[in-house]
């Protein structure tokens, strides 16, 4: 079956630009999650979305990192004003109710901010 | 080797031998484990898991241990390939919480 997709593949930007960033879960998952992955680096959990629960947000890095999750669905991971650390790749995973279940993760999108 | 703290950076084996890859934890309450494989430029993918009612666990020529004892967790790979090439992270679990992953460690596959 189909597994996360996420788009942009690729995206670069320009500093202080916004981005949108697209995750398409697992149909049926309904716990879906937003982690950033830096050059030789550990994943870096961000956001965390369960069902219709407030969403865990405690690893946003600041304020001009938000997400949503629309319909239970899909979600779009936004960075306003970006910086140059902020280049790294986006990865998003879905995983069926819980956080303590096996998670399924997309292919990443790689943001280039020049 | 990796841990959710440190890392062994890589790992290289010939063509056919076998890998190993390990990983240290630092929560003893921890009681679900997964290797993840993450091929240059894709997602990470799903391995093995195990959970802590079990020290071993074997699927198509992996097979991961896990040491309660000593919070430590071991992927072995049998007859290494070349498509085997890759940073493969563990990640622990505790009930409720968050998943957090190890730094990876890298394989190559020599030829």
């Known amino acids: 079956g189909a597994g996360v997709s996420q788009s942009p593949s690729n995206k670069v930007t320009e500093k202080g630009k916004d981005v949108e960033l697209r995750c398409d879960p697992i149909?049926?998952?309904?716990?879906l999650y937003w982690y950033r992955q830096s050059l030789g680096q550990g994943l870096e959990f961000l956001i965390y979305?369960?069902?219709?629960?407030?969403?865990?947000k405690s690893g946003l890095p600041s304020d001009r990192f938000s997400a949503e999750r629309t319909g239970g669905s899909v979600s779009t991971l936004t960075i306003q004003r970006t910086q140059q650390e902020d280049s790294a790749v986006y990865l998003c995973?879905?995983?069926?109710?819980?956080?303590?279940?096996?998670?399924?993760f997309g292919p990443g999108t790689r943001l280039l901010v020049l | 080797g990796e841990s959710v703290g440190l890392h062994l950076p890589t790992l290289s084996v010939q063509e056919g031998d076998n890998s190993i890859i390990n990983c240290a934890y630092s929560?003893?309450?921890?009681?679900?484990f997964i290797w993840y494989k993450q091929e240059s430029g894709k997602g990470p993918q799903f391995i093995i898991d195990?959970?802590?009612?079990?020290d071993k666990r074997q699927g198509q020529r992996v097979t991961v241990l896990l040491n309660k004892t000593v919070k430590h967790l071991s992927l072995q790979i049998a007859a290494t390939q070349p498509g085997d090439s890759a940073v493969y992270f563990c990640?622990?679990?505790?009930?409720?919480?968050?998943?957090?992953f190890g730094t990876g460690t890298s394989l190559t596959v020599i030829p």
């Open positions: 979305f369960q069902g219709n629960s407030a969403p865990d």
């Open positions: 195990i959970r802590s009612n079990m």
């Open positions: 990640a622990e679990n505790h009930p409720g919480n968050q998943f957090y």
């Open positions: 149909s049926g998952h309904t716990a």
């Open positions: 929560n003893s309450a921890s009681d679900y």
């Open positions: 995973a879905s995983s069926v109710l819980t956080q303590s279940e096996t998670q399924y």
